[in-house]
């Protein structure tokens, strides 16, 4: 893990990101039918507790170390699937706790100098992440079971 980041690091990409919360950016439609206070109170409270994801903010970082820039948004690969990506490569480091926040995930984004754009009508992010990356190369190259093939024997390639 980059020694270099602390808990303080967090707090300061959450103080300077206004609209983040432990879900992504601020997305009200999955709260339709709530009101703009309750709406308000739950984006609030989604701003607490992203302060507390320490070892996801971390988690990620170690991961984004394995990430190279390039110099526009990346489109195939948003904030919800680069931190599945981090869970995928916590899992094969042995990490037992290795789920991470699409929140977590888009603050060390940002605090590890990558570009970051809220994604339209969605609590993601596109990053200026290059595909060809080692931690995203690295993790296209290993096989994971759908939902379907969980359980299953998966066929024998010929």
């Given amino acids: 893990m980059p020694s270099n980041v602390t808990d303080q690091d967090l707090h300061d990409v959450v ?4 609209a983040l919360g432990v879900n992504g950016f601020r997305y009200d439609a999955f709260h339709r039918g709530k009101t703009s206070e309750e709406k308000l109170s739950i984006f609030e409270g989604e701003r607490r507790e992203i302060r507390l ?5 971390k988690l990620c970082c170690n991961w984004l170390t394995g990430c190279e820039k390039r110099k526009t948004l990346n489109v195939d690969w948003g904030s919800s699937s ?3 990506a981090v869970e995928r490569w916590a899992m094969r480091q042995g990490i037992q706790d290795n789920y991470v926040s699409n929140g977590a995930f888009i603050a060390a984004a940002i605090h ?3 570009e970051c754009v809220p994604a339209f009508d969605s609590p993601n992010a596109l990053f200026n992440v290059s595909s060809r990356s080692p931690a995203i190369l690295d993790d296209q190259n290993h096989e994971y079971p759908t939902k379907s093939m ?3 024997t998966r066929p024998s390639k010929r």
């Fill in 15 to 18: 103080d300077k990101t206004p």
């Fill in 53 to 57: 994801l320490h070892r996801e903010f």
């Fill in 82 to 84: 680069m931190k599945n």
């Fill in 112 to 114: 590890m100098g990558f």
């Fill in 150 to 152: 969980r359980g299953k």
